[in-house]
């Protein structure tokens, strides 16, 4: 089945300790993104990578790194997390972005700091 | 300049309506704007999308209506059903951002059976 797996679904943290969100597509897809679902404010953009070893700051970047060292997988690494990025985190990917292509997005991963 | 602003924040339609949601933009370059819906504990799906070379696209019950004057476009959907129970996103997006989409705030739509 193509989809998009994000690992974990739940997660609750403390202030300050590193943790690393997973996610992997099985569809071949060259572009891949990160997002923050808060209410109210949408969807915003955290990073997107257009392809390995190509990645670019969305809107609000500040106290997130990505990688993207094979084409499958776009991990989301919060160094030092704070109550602030306590959300809920889409990742998504799509064969070369629209507007020719949506969004797959995965089941979402619901960070809790505290 | 970069905003799409979405209205209502929720909306709630008796079975069988019509419920529409609308969106308003700024920026003239955007050239692509795509409605997606999501269901509680999943992530959004696409559900239509449009190019401002056409005013209305219509897929099964979903209609897209856009006026470029206005710079306004709008979900409709045709005889709601309770299954149509989510949020929906309208987002915007054009070339020159790498077609990085920029989104409302969404619209969470009951349909009261």
């Known amino acids: 089945e193509a989809q998009v797996t994000q690992n974990p679904r739940y997660l609750i943290t403390v202030t300050g300790k590193k943790l690393t969100v997973t996610c992997s597509q099985n569809m071949n897809h060259e572009y891949m993104s990160w997002y923050r679902q808060d209410p109210g404010l949408g969807l915003r953009q955290i990073y997107y990578?257009?392809?390995?070893?190509?990645?670019d700051k969305g809107d609000v970047p500040e106290g997130y790194k990505v990688s993207r060292k094979e084409k499958r997988n776009f991990p989301l690494i919060l160094e030092s997390p704070s109550p602030n990025q306590t959300s809920l985190y889409f990742c998504a990917s799509s064969f070369r972005g629209p507007p020719n292509y949506g969004y797959t997005f995965g089941s979402g991963t619901r960070l809790t700091v505290v | 300049q970069q905003q799409v602003k979405q209205s209502p924040q929720s909306l709630i339609v008796q079975k069988g309506g019509i419920s529409i949601i609308n969106c308003a933009y700024e920026n003239t370059a955007f050239d692509y704007f795509p409605w997606y819906q999501q269901f509680p504990g999943k992530g959004p799906a696409l559900l239509i999308a449009i190019r401002p070379d056409v005013s209305e696209k219509k897929e099964g019950r979903f209609t897209i209506s856009f006026n470029k004057s206005a710079k306004q476009f709008s979900l409709h959907i045709m005889d709601s059903q309770p299954g149509d129970s989510a949020t929906y996103f309208c987002?915007?997006?054009?070339?020159?951002?790498?077609?990085?989409?920029?989104w409302g705030a969404g619209t969470k739509l009951i349909i009261k059976p």
């Open positions: 990578s257009m392809n390995v070893e190509v990645t």
């Open positions: 987002a915007a997006s054009f070339l020159h951002s790498n077609y990085q989409l920029i």
